[in-house]
């Protein structure tokens, strides 16, 4: 079976810090993008940061770059957020995403869609004094 | 940043009704769009994606269109189980984006 599951929230005071982990399994970890979105509390669903199969293209949201730090190890099948200089406004529900590409051919090439097909459970991240 | 927007950001519907979602991109993102289904308490779930094309398991009633700017989300015969908000997101750029969530209840 295809899972995510994500450790490593909890409560913290603004200007901490905190290292959230994905550990994957069930699919070839290293054959796929791996991404972090959140969601706070009664609030939509926001992207913060995408890695590539090889950490080669890695991509954050304006909101949290220069604090966060995505990373992944293939070899242990698991994907981590470095979370730095916290703020009240990163309080969110965190998840781990699965990154997928459909590949469609035409006449004159072909082109790449990417999608979250597996997603985890999420880990709560409280950031308050 | 490519911006998306949602439209109505909520709606209520009975079971049956034929229900459309609309999904806005600040600039063409080609067929770069994909839908995802989220109840409360859980997990996003991936319905479509590439604007049309319908992820393996998801019942045939849903169904999306568009490309360019303009995208919708159709259910054909809404049920008990389709009561959820729906997200729009686009992979265009590799910055990702969601839409802002349209939310069906029941009427």
């Known amino acids: 079976e295809v899972q995510l599951v994500e450790s490593g929230g909890g409560l913290v005071q603004p200007g901490r810090s905190l290292r959230l982990s994905c550990a994957a399994s069930?699919?070839?970890?290293?054959?796929?993008?791996m991404h972090w979105v959140r969601q706070a509390p009664g609030k939509g669903l926001e992207w913060v940061s995408g890695?590539?199969?090889?950490?080669?293209?890695?991509g954050y949201a304006d909101s949290v770059k220069g604090r966060f730090t995505i990373s992944r190890d293939n070899a242990k099948n698991s994907l981590y957020l470095q979370m730095n200089s916290l703020r009240a406004e990163d309080t969110a529900l965190y998840y781990c995403a699965k990154d997928t590409a459909a590949t469609y051919y035409y006449g004159s090439g072909s082109a790449y869609y990417y999608y979250m097909d597996v997603w985890g459970k999420g880990t709560t991240v409280t950031v308050s004094s | 940043d490519i911006q998306m927007t949602q439209s109505p950001s909520s709606l209520s519907a009975s079971v049956g009704d034929r229900v459309t979602i609309t999904c806005r991109a600040s600039q063409s993102i080609s067929s770069y769009l994909n839908w995802y289904q989220q109840k409360p308490g859980k997990a996003p779930k991936l319905l479509i994606y590439?604007?049309?094309s319908l992820q393996s398991g998801v019942p045939s009633r849903f169904s999306g269109s568009g490309s360019g700017t303009d995208f919708t989300l159709t259910i054909s015969s809404l049920q008990p189980e389709d009561f959820a908000t729906y997200y729009c997101q686009q992979s265009y750029s590799t910055l990702l984006t969601f839409g802002p969530g349209t939310k069906v209840d029941i009427k």
């Open positions: 069930g699919f070839t970890f290293d054959d796929y993008a």
């Open positions: 590439a604007a049309s």
């Open positions: 890695i590539s199969w090889n950490s080669g293209s890695i």
